[in-house]
């Protein structure tokens, strides 16, 4: 090899190892930009107390009901003479529930509606208690094959909504109208969506369309991770359900309002407050105004709102609740 051609070589390879350098700096730079989600460190650690047994048991939210469950573990670890049973059937089916007596606890991800408050008054002479426990991003997921990477609300609502009540100006039904070329035009937008008995189908009418009506094509699933697993296997699929339910077999699509900045659904957008299908996920429970809630009701709230609580909340793939938030919970025990 001539000396021409070994300092091309050599300034080849110095070009190679600077170029991977680079990329790897640039690696580390993103996996450090993209920290965990965490647990506010002031958030105070959950004390065991005494006397603490007997039968517990909460019905409603499918979207809360592997979190419930996750911290019924947690809490009877720590109270082995305490049993739970957790049923997840939707959100409506917690007012219902705490009015029989059948269910302590009424899970909803969703806030009750005025009538439900009402029947709920009427039995007991008072209004339930409504507890903030965490933090969701209602997701908007396409599969993991779609190049799509954001929606405005409106489309959204075009997908869902047979009304349209954002203003869209045309029906949205094939992935074409949505500017995806290729293999992906005159592909028809196969919709699903959670019954009418889900939280989060309410909360998705109410916000996403407007209070407006989904499409008749909607294929209504019975659980929050049915929705997602029916797009992770739909490669022209579409559907709806909170941010704990991710796989890998889905894409959850930024979303915008109507000429705004697409915000993706994670922590950060929903505690800045820029992401626009954010929510809280509540427990509800019977508390009379002044008086002492049950004994063992209080524990296992006190636990959902510690720092090991929270830690559950992150675990099950929601968003935490904020120190300043967790006091105000606590502050309604009394």
């Not at 209602?138 to 203003?167: C, W």
């Not at 993706?264 to 800045?272: E, K, M």
Request: charged letters at 25%; a positive charge; proline letters at 5%.
């Amino acid at each position: 090899m001539n000396t021409i051609s070994k300092k091309k070589g050599n300034q080849m390879n110095r070009l190679k190892k600077t170029m991977l350098t680079i990329s790897l700096f640039a690696l580390l730079a993103n996996v450090s930009m993209a920290q965990p989600v965490k647990v506010d460190e002031k958030i105070p650690k959950y004390k065991k107390t005494t006397g603490i047994k007997g039968n517990l048991n909460s019905i409603g939210s499918d979207t809360i009901l592997n979190m419930m469950t996750l911290w019924a573990e947690g809490f009877q670890t720590i109270y082995p003479d305490v049993k739970i049973q957790i049923e997840g059937k939707g959100s409506s089916t917690a007012p219902p529930a705490l009015i029989e007596g059948t269910a302590q606890i009424g899970p909803m991800s969703r806030k009750m509606k005025s009538k439900e408050i009402d029947a709920f008054e009427e039995k007991y002479g008072f209004e339930p208690l409504e507890l903030s426990t965490a933090m969701d991003a209602l997701a908007v997921y396409v599969n993991k094959s779609n190049p799509i990477e954001g929606m405005t609300i409106p489309q959204v609502d075009a997908v869902f909504s047979k009304t349209r009540k954002h203003g869209y100006k045309d029906d949205i039904s094939t992935w074409e109208q949505l500017d995806l070329k290729g293999v992906w035009n005159n592909k028809p937008i196969s919709i699903y969506g959670r019954n009418s008995a889900s939280g989060t189908y309410g909360f998705f009418k109410d916000e996403a369309l407007k209070k407006g009506d989904y499409k008749d094509e909607v294929k209504e699933q019975p659980g929050s991770a049915s929705v997602v697993q029916s797009v992770s296997s739909d490669k022209y699929g579409i559907g709806y359900s909170g941010i704990g339910y991710k796989t890998s077999g889905v894409k959850a699509v930024s979303i915008a309002e109507e000429g705004g900045k697409y915000y993706a659904p994670n922590s950060d957008n929903v505690n800045s407050g820029n992401y626009p299908l954010s929510r809280f996920l509540y427990l509800y429970v019977a508390k009379k105004p002044n008086k002492e809630i049950d004994p063992l009701v209080k524990e296992f709230l006190k636990y959902v709102f510690s720092y090991e609580g929270q830690q559950v909340v992150v675990k099950d793939g929601y968003l935490p609740l904020q120190y300043e938030v967790v006091g105000e919970q606590l502050q309604k025990l009394n």
